[in-house]
T-cell receptor, first 112, second 114 residues
Framework: DTGVSQDPRHKITKRGQNVTFRCDPI?????LYWYRQTLGQGPEFLTY????????KSRLLSDRFSAERPKGSFSTLEIQRTEQGDSAMYLC??????????FGQGTRLTVV | GNSVTQMEGPVTLSEEAFLTINCTYT??????LFWYVQYPGEGLQLLLK?????DKGSNKGFEATYRKETTSFHLEKGSVQVSDSAVYFC?????????????FGKGTHLIIQP
């Protein structure tokens, strides 16, 4: 158990709807990362936070994707106007500056 | 940009066989290198890491050596068990250090038969 929890574990949505995923790292994780993983591929980095500051967001896939970490604890990833190509596993990871990333079990999104 | 190439699976071995999963990378500077493992139904877990050339990471009988001259970080285990069946990912971090924006390979599915 890495201590990183994600909710929901599975989400099925209709094309065009907005979805939001939540990630709760442990309190020691001042860094928080979001990745996307499609079938047969390794995780693809999207964005990360140090405390509440979003330090890298140029790798978000489009302007339909946004992430927040308002109090430096939990984080949310929102996808607006979902498309079928957004179907994937969305992974969150927590860590500290000097440690490796600890991954949650992910949220599997299916857009129908 | 950074990239990681690892051997494609599935790799099927018998219990107690010797395992090698090849991983090579392209990066500017000197990245840290990682192997992550994903067991069925579970999240990614760090298996081992190496932060500089010639370092050897080891854990649970697995080993990998950071080879700068060949830009490789091959994963090895002398005697695999059925419980080692999983997907293994090689990854590197930006040379700035830490775990910012890890770049992963596509993963290698390992199947160990009794």
């Amino acid at each position: 158990d890495t201590g990183v929890s994600q909710d929901p574990r599975h989400k099925i949505t209709k094309r065009g709807q907005n979805v939001t995923f939540r990630c709760d790292p442990i309190s020691e994780h001042n860094r928080l990362y979001w990745y996307r993983q499609t079938l047969g591929q390794g995780p693809e980095f999207l964005t990360y936070f140090q405390n509440e500051a979003q330090l890298e967001k140029s790798r978000l896939l489009s302007d339909r994707f946004s992430a927040e970490r308002p109090k430096g604890s939990f984080s949310t990833l929102e996808i607006q106007r979902t498309e079928q190509g957004d179907s994937a596993m969305y992974l969150c990871a927590g860590g500290q500056v000097t440690t490796e990333a600890f991954f949650g079990q992910g949220t599997r999104l299916t857009v129908v | 940009g950074n990239s990681v190439t690892q051997m494609e699976g599935p790799v099927t071995l018998s219990e107690e066989a010797f395992l090698t999963i090849n991983c090579t990378y392209t990066a500017t500077g000197y990245p840290s290198l990682f192997w992550y493992v994903q067991y069925p139904g579970e999240g990614l877990q760090l298996l081992l890491k190496a932060t500089k050339a010639d370092d050897k990471g080891s854990n649970k009988g697995f080993e990998a050596t950071y080879r700068k001259e060949t830009t490789s970080f091959h994963l090895e285990k002398g005697s695999v068990q059925v419980s080692d069946s999983a997907v293994y990912f090689c990854a590197l971090s930006d040379p700035g250090g830490g775990a910012d924006g890890l770049t992963f390979g596509k993963g290698t599915h390992l199947i160990i038969q009794p």
